[in-house]
């Protein structure tokens, strides 16, 4: 009997979806990527494009849109096989589950090193509101300035590394942990994803 109007027979199903991860594709737009951000390629905003799987927003333009609509406008848009969407798809979950992994990770980490940051900056106001004359005063600023560095140069490896790099930077222990970031003080930055250099001195929080 013949198939209803309209109807394909399984095996040549084919599945909308995009040749590329929505990640993938706003770079490919020349959306930086910053983190779990990317800045606009629109309208220039650093870090302004919230992303999911497959929805993007610019929060200061609105320039928004989906996987699928992007893919059309960069011309990278095709129709898949079911067999090879089933499999995009498991790739895509697998990816994904080592992503959120890594993600919060990177966001337990992140909170550990702005609570330090936070209470170094406390204690070099207070040693300065105590003044020169404080036994210890120059103590304590001798272990924030001491400190400090390598609290922001972890911030900034964490914020502007790849995912590839930051795996076994997190895996690793304090010791090597330290002993990247001593590098990345040496060399005053490090590069982002995007091969830019990243000036520690211009890093505010």
Known sequence: MAPPMGAQRPDTVRAVQPQCDLPALLEVTGARP???????????????VAHTDELFFCHKCQWRGNAVTLAKELGV??????????????NRERADRVARELYERI?????????????????????????????ATWHALALVYRARPGVLAELVVLENSRAADLVPFLSAGPEERRRATDGAILRGGLYDQADSFVDLSCIQY
Do not use: I, V, W
């Open 77 to 90: 848009y095709r129709r898949l096989p079911s067999a090879e969407y089933r499999e995009l798809c498991q």
């Open 34 to 48: 910053r983190g779990n951000r990317h800045d606009c390629p629109k309208c220039g905003g650093r870090r302004t």
């Open 107 to 135: 966001k337990a980490r992140r909170f550990e090193l702005l609570n330090d940051l936070e209470t170094l900056n406390r204690l070099e106001l207070r040693a300065h509101e105590a003044g020169p004359e404080h036994a």
